[in-house]
């Protein structure tokens, strides 16, 4: 296992970066991957995502194998199950579903691949990973056969989170689900900003930069992009508008 901190200290750097989701069951060619590549570099996207909820793993390998050749963007891994590792990664998400009460996504899934993951050379980063209703029923819900946290409900989430943190998990990542209706809710995070010093990661129904530029606000540290993409590419030109202003 690689002993470094690279990533997550990029993580903790600064509030609005932007992560681009790749799923390789929608993105596993080179046709389709190469505009999303240049338009993202374009746009001066931090990281790129790379996971899905019912990805194979011929799927997984072939489209982390394309990234790595096409790009320098840092690419982590945001698993849906444990097959979806690989060395050309910078980073693992290692990421315990602690809104469920499902066992197989709070340790089982990582025992299954706990030898593999410590013989990887890249970053493993802990993370408390929660869903919250974001209006549709989403397909990581059905995977893993857990209800998300109300999206009214913010003391659960924020009690959830803070737990996660107790327990050692170094990133917060709220996941409002792929194709929600509505988004996270900022308050919900700059609470917890205001109670720990935390890496906090938000995605799912992320539509407009007016979003990002509201969870830039409340202090997340990494907004992720999603469908918008796949259904608009030309959204990343809008992002390249953020990203100038950040920087």
């Known amino acids: 296992m690689k002993l470094t901190d690279k990533i997550y200290t990029k993580f903790r750097s600064a509030v609005g970066q932007i992560a681009v989701l790749i799923d390789p069951e929608k993105t596993n060619t080179l046709e389709v991957l190469t505009p999303i590549i240049q338009k993202a570099e374009f746009a001066k996207i931090d990281y790129f995502f790379i996971g899905g909820s019912s990805v194979s793993k011929e799927d997984f390998q072939s489209t ?6 096409l790009t320098s963007i840092p690419i982590i891994i945001f698993p849906g199950d444990h097959q979806q590792i690989s060395k050309e990664a910078d980073a693992l998400l290692y990421l315990s579903l602690l809104s469920g009460r499902n066992p197989e996504y709070l340790i ?53 989170a803070i737990a996660g943190t107790l327990q050692g998990k170094k990133v917060v990542y709220f996941d409002a689900g792929s194709g929600a209706k509505h988004t996270i809710n900022p308050h919900l995070i700059q609470k917890l900003k205001s109670e720990l010093d935390t890496v906090v990661i938000v995605g799912g129904g992320i539509r407009d930069v007016a979003h990002i530029e509201s969870f830039t606000k409340a202090g997340a540290n990494i907004v992720v992009i999603g469908n918008r993409i796949e259904e608009d590419i030309d959204f990343l030109l809008d992002i390249h508008h953020f990203t100038e202003k950040r920087s």
């Open 108 to 160: 089982g899934q990582h025992v299954k691949s706990a030898q593999e993951v410590l013989a990887l050379p890249l970053e493993i980063i802990p993370t408390a990973y929660i869903l919250i209703d974001g209006g549709v029923y989403s397909s990581t819900s059905y995977i893993s056969q857990t209800t998300p946290i109300p999206h009214d409900n913010e003391t659960i989430a924020l009690n959830t």
């Open 64 to 69: 982390i194998h394309l990234l790595r050749s």
